[in-house]
């Protein structure tokens, strides 16, 4: 059988016709409306006069704008001619967010970049110039073979027998009902037991930190919290919105383990005091509820990690105080939010608002800690369960990540645990069940230099930050049994993920599910303990080598993990 060679980018070129992708950015809505029809074309890059390329306008943004205008209150006349009169720079995607690809690139890596990135259209950069845009559709009408798709046989193969619905077809209301109409956990609640674990840089001290154990000396590792530039936290608040009108809130009482001096595991990490008359209290995570009746679908759990950025340090500026700040304006936004549901309780108003999203978390808190004046910068995630729809969403900032392993055999596995891995190397996981069902991307501008949100008003220091509208948004699914784990990039630098899952199978087979916070000191100790070793290329190593970098051994940080176990409501 003859082998195919690799389908690269400029084979896909040499398949398409040449149209003109470009139009002016003077250009309007209805403008460009025209000019995707009259070209066939799903996306045009817009230029300047000088023929400069200044974004990307695509066929999803002339939806989004007749979506937005057309079910708004605006007069018919005004909806009328807003397609004529709105210019697309006012809605495209500039330079500075486009993503693309090079004429060498093979056409699988630009599916991998679609998927990624959640985008359809791909510029090609060859040498400072546009030679084209490429869709996923080029990418499969070039990935066919001539002979398979033309001819008799093809037609037969393919297509007779398949064209025309057979009379009497119907819709099936499972596809297109309610996800917890679909839901194999159908009227399912689910709740989380929460741990989380940290440690310093092992050479970190008050005054810096040594490049080296030589240097560092003899001393003990660091274990002084005080120290670390991550950040944390995990908090269940209560939702007033679905409380009884009778129901008396009082404020939370919150324990950040990231604040605890003896670093101890924090099963619970908030409190939460509720009653009708007499106050009583429900615990997360506490195996004896006081109250089963606010136990059910009366709070949102939220998790969340920072890490801020090192190299401030090299000019005069301390790394924590931008992400530690970050993340107790995190929490004040979460804590805010809560407070404003209570105020609407008795409104007309108060079935219409959603708990407050992640990616809203970190863009509120980003602007008050910019408003304020920190200097400094951090990565950050930052996830919230919905308890009822078994929805996990998060948003990430960098190379903080997130990822949930789940056992296959469950009876209500998800697709996702279908395209996971194992391996087959640890003696835990070659007889577990354990997989990877899902995990986050984590963002580079280039190696070792993660999407960062910052501020700076000292001269001659970084300042090109990401906005929270970089971050990766995502929901995903997640079942009663499942780990769910929200970490720094001490832990990724350092573990390779079948070593995370060979760690959470040892875990499960040593002890009881409920003590969770071993698990999360389980895996930052064998972090750092990985990030000391020089002989064993760490997973940081690896892509160093791969950016011509000479690395070897482990990458020593600070290390945060916050893990979860998912569990039924009781």
Not at 53 to 60: C, E, H, K, S
Not at 427 to 442: E, K, N, P, R, V
Not at 462 to 483: K, M, Q, R
Request: charged share 25%; net charge negative; hydrophobic share 40%.
């Amino acid at each position: 059988m003859a082998i195919r060679p690799k389908l690269r980018v400029s084979d896909v070129l040499e398949t398409m016709q040449v149209k003109n992708f470009t139009i002016p950015q003077s250009a309007s809505v209805l403008d460009a409306l025209s000019h995707l029809i009259d070209q066939s074309l799903a996306s045009s890059l817009v230029v300047n006069n000088e023929n400069e390329i200044l974004g990307i306008f695509t066929a999803r943004d002339i939806l989004k704008c007749i979506q937005r205008h057309y079910s708004s209150s605006d007069s018919r006349t005004r909806r009328d001619t807003f397609l004529a009169e709105t210019k697309i720079k006012e809605l495209m995607t500039t330079r500075n967010h486009l993503v693309y690809c090079s004429p060498s690139d093979s056409a699988r890596r630009c599916r991998e970049i679609m998927f990624q990135c959640k985008i359809r259209n791909l510029p090609v950069i060859d040498n400072g110039e546009v030679r084209g845009i490429i869709t996923a559709k080029n990418l499969a009408d070039a990935s066919f073979n001539i002979i398979d798709t033309g001819g008799k046989k093809g037609f037969i193969h393919n297509v007779t027998g398949r064209r025309g619905l057979p009379e009497g077809t119907r819709i099936n209301q499972d596809a297109i009902g309610s996800r917890q109409n679909r839901s194999p956990q159908q009227n399912m609640l689910l709740d989380m037991e929460v741990a989380s674990f940290a440690l310093p840089h092992p050479f970190k001290r008050p005054e810096g930190v040594a490049m080296s154990r030589r240097l560092y000396g003899a001393d003990e590792l660091s274990t002084d919290m005080e120290l670390c530039e991550d950040a944390h936290f995990a908090l269940k608040v209560v939702d007033p919105l679905t409380l009884p009108s009778n129901a008396v809130i009082a404020n939370p009482d919150i324990l950040n383990a990231a604040e605890s001096a003896d670093n101890v595991r924090i099963k619970d990490e908030s409190r939460k005091v509720i009653g009708w008359g007499a106050p009583e209290v429900v615990e997360v995570g506490s195996t004896e509820v006081v109250s089963p009746t606010l136990s059910t679908s009366s709070s949102h759990i939220y998790l969340c990690v920072a890490d801020g950025v090192g190299s401030w340090r090299q000019f005069g500026v301390d790394p924590r105080a931008y992400s530690h700040r970050l993340v107790e304006n995190a929490r004040k936004v979460i804590e805010s939010d809560m407070q404003h549901r209570e105020l609407i309780r008795h409104s007309p108003f108060d079935r219409d608002l959603d708990a407050v999203h992640p990616l809203d978390v970190i863009m509120d808190a980003w602007n008050m800690t910019n408003s304020e004046g920190v200097v400094g910068s951090s990565t950050i995630c930052v996830a919230t369960l919905d308890r009822k729809l078994g929805q996990l969403s998060y948003s990430n900032i960098g190379d903080c990540g997130l990822l949930v392993i789940r056992h296959i055999d469950n009876a209500q596995v998800g697709y996702l645990a279908k395209k996971s891995f194992q391996s087959n190397s640890s003696a835990h996981t070659a007889h577990s069940d354990l997989h990877i069902a899902f995990l986050s991307q984590q963002q580079l501008k280039s190696f070792n230099l993660p999407y960062q949100l910052g501020f700076t008003n000292i001269e001659n220091t970084p300042n090109a930050f990401e906005s929270p509208t970089d971050a990766d948004t995502a929901s995903i699914s997640v079942l009663p049994g499942d780990i769910v784990i929200l970490a720094t990039d001490g832990l990724f630098d350092n573990m390779e993920m079948e070593e995370i899952v060979a760690e959470v199978a040892s875990w499960e087979e040593n002890h009881s599910v409920t003590e969770i916070g071993v698990l999360a000191e389980q895996l930052v100790q064998k972090a750092r303990l990985l990030s000391l070793d020089k002989h064993k290329d760490s997973p940081f190593a690896l892509l160093a080598k791969e950016n011509d970098i000479m690395w070897g051994g482990g990458m020593p940080d600070d290390t945060t993990v916050v893990v979860a176990r998912v569990t039924t409501a009781a």
